[in-house]
């Protein structure tokens, strides 16, 4: 049985962009029928004691995971319990930390500021359109072990763009809502290839690369969000 893990959420009591209380976010998964969930606020790190509590009640897999605002763009890290925003500035100092941690590292939507959310192409915006294989020589994914490919708030521009990366970068590629409220819970996902049980069966697929990324349902395209 495929393990599908929704590895990009918020809640509101992390994030302040996000409607949706951390409940609400777990009946929300439990709904979709996902074997799990990541929260990953911003900035922001959770006491994993809490979300076992609401793994064994609900039955959906809880962990914690961050998005960290860096000058090379927003990298979500699993499997880390520790803070690590000191770190955010200086990238190679971050990238050691989570490594001795055995953590993870994730480039989040790392084409946003490029696509936008704009329907229109770059073209028809006037604008110079983008070269890939360039893109894959930005600093970021040499910090990072993958990227994301699936963000349930990307535009299909920027889904395209990030898939042809990571088969030029040679990266599964990971997938995740974004959500900030209860709809979009799932519409994007991480698919293990092996059972998960725990956070560490969950860090250790991503770090080599079991798993693929899936879209479940037409991505939001929310303006400004
Ligand atoms: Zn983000
Ligand atoms: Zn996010």
Redesign the pocket.
Known sequence: MSMEFDIHTHSSQGSACSRMSVEDLVQAACKKGLSGICITDHDYCWDPGNLAKLHNESGVQVYSGV?LSTPVG?ILVYGVHQPLLYLREDLSKLTLRVEELGGVMVA??PFRMDFGVSTLSREERGLEPIDIEELCRRSVFSFVNTLEIFNGRSSWREILAAQKAAAILGKKGTGGS?AHSTLSVGSCVTVFDYPVLNEAQLVSQLRKGSFYAKKKEETQNVLGM
């Open positions: 998005e927003e989040a939507h974004d």
